[in-house]
């Protein structure tokens, strides 16, 4: 069995990490290591400044937002707000923000659809010094409506 069998483009995906490619790393802060599209992502905690470290982590989503997104084909803003929504949650437990961990689900993918994306998500990181880790596209039109 093949990627295509199960409706993945991998061309279309390798252009759309090539869209992004440099919004990621203008995000870059010291603690990160290696760049995007690994299957995990890497970060070193200066241990000079953490004595006794303690990750905080949040995952959220933009729920109904995307369907404004999509009807006025602008997706940089929900980026944007799913960035902040999990900044948020990790600020009210006294906890600051060191990077963004992102799965992008979608039943068709759309290169210019995940450059906006990325585009917002990587403003928002910029604008906290937080660092996304962009490592996976789902694609499967079996499970996802395309849009």
């Not at 993945?8 to 869209?19: F, L, P, T």
């Not at 303690?54 to 997104?69: E, F, P, R, Y």
Request: hydrophobic residues 40%.
């Amino acid at each position: 069995m093949k990627y295509a069998d199960a409706g993945v483009d991998i061309a279309v995906a390798d252009d759309a990490k090539q869209r992004i490619r440099h919004q990621a790393s203008r995000t870059f802060t010291p603690g990160v290591l290696g760049g995007i599209g690994s299957f995990g992502a890497l970060f070193a905690l200066d241990r000079k400044k953490w004595k006794e470290p303690v990750l905080v982590s949040s995952a959220d989503g933009v729920g109904t937002k995307l369907k404004v997104a999509m009807a006025m084909g602008v997706h940089s803003t929900v980026g944007g707000d799913l960035v902040n929504h999990c900044i948020n949650d990790i600020l009210v437990q006294g906890a600051e923000p060191l990077f963004f961990l992102d799965y992008l689900a979608m039943g068709k993918l759309e290169p210019p659809v995940v450059e906006q994306l990325v585009e917002g998500m990587s403003r928002s990181c910029r604008q906290s010094r937080m660092r996304p880790h962009r490592r996976r596209n789902g694609r499967d039109a079996r499970l996802l409506s395309t849009g």
